[in-house]
T-cell receptor, first 114, second 112 residues
Framework: DTEVTQTPKHLVMGMTNKKSLKCEQHMGHRAMYWYKQKAKKPPELMFVYSYEKLSINESVPSRFSPECPNSSLLNLHLHALQPEDSALYLC?????????????FGPGTRLTVL | GQQVMQIPQYQHVQEGEDFTTYCNSSTTLSNIQWYKQRPGGHPVFLIQLVKSGEVKKQKRLTFQFGEAKKNSSLHITATQTTDVGTYFCAGLPTSGTYKYIFGTGTRLKVLA
């Protein structure tokens, strides 16, 4: 099973809402990633978790809060977002965070902030 | 900052024609990965190149890593409508933050 799942597929939220994005993989991977992708742009790395510990935070605003409850799950908690945060949020996983590891991407959550 | 540019930005080809996208990094790379993203989809890993001058083939796709490890190319022979999508390279710089930098992408349309 080489699948990364993400829920929900679509999310519309107001600027005062609190919501969470969820990501799950059952490949035994120990590195998980959050990316943000705007239309017609490449994915931008937000966070990297390695062995359930946050290893990279790409200076992401605190209104985005990642959480890795266990090695299979990755959450992204959203609070007080801005309309410019509307984008496709992609989760990915890899065996480790080694430089030759393949990243497997999930289908993404398309987020709209009103 | 470190940048990875791809050219062209867009390419429309007739089915059966060849297609090439070029990936150029401002810094030397340890390795480079290529991904394909179909319209409305997510990036899917295609291949990884590690050695200077490396060439790898996957059916109609040929991937090359430059001798100086600062550029790469993807060539598709005899395109098919199923090749439609955006092709991204992602390079890992030899110095700086330990993370892949995605290229700007090349969007391919294939006209039947």
């Amino acid at each position: 099973d080489t699948e990364v799942t993400q829920t929900p597929k679509h999310l519309v939220m107001g600027m005062t809402n609190k919501k969470s994005l969820k990501c799950e993989q059952h490949m035994g991977h120990r590195a998980m990633y959050w990316y943000k992708q705007k239309a017609k742009k490449p994915p931008e790395l937000m966070f990297v978790y390695s062995y359930e510990k946050l290893s990279i935070n790409e200076s992401v605003p605190s209104r985005f809060s990642p959480e890795c409850p266990n090695s299979s799950l990755l959450n992204l908690h959203l609070h007080a977002l801005q309309p410019e945060d509307s984008a496709l949020y992609l989760c990915a996983s890899s065996q480790t965070s080694g430089i030759t590891d393949t990243q497997y991407f999930g289908p993404g959550t398309r987020l709209t902030v009103l | 900052g470190q940048q990875v540019m791809q050219i062209p930005q867009y390419q429309h080809v007739q089915e059966g024609e060849d297609f090439t996208t070029y990936c150029n990094s401002s810094t030397t790379l340890s390795n480079i990965q290529w991904y394909k993203q179909r319209p409305g989809g997510h990036p899917v890993f295609l291949i990884q190149l590690v050695k200077s001058g490396e060439v790898k083939k996957q059916k109609r796709l040929t991937f090359q890593f430059g001798e100086a490890k600062k550029n790469s190319s993807l060539h598709i022979t005899a395109t098919q409508t199923t090749d439609v999508g955006t092709y991204f390279c992602a390079g890992l710089p030899t110095s700086g933050t330990y993370k892949y930098i995605f290229g700007t992408g090349t969007r391919l349309k294939v006209l039947a």
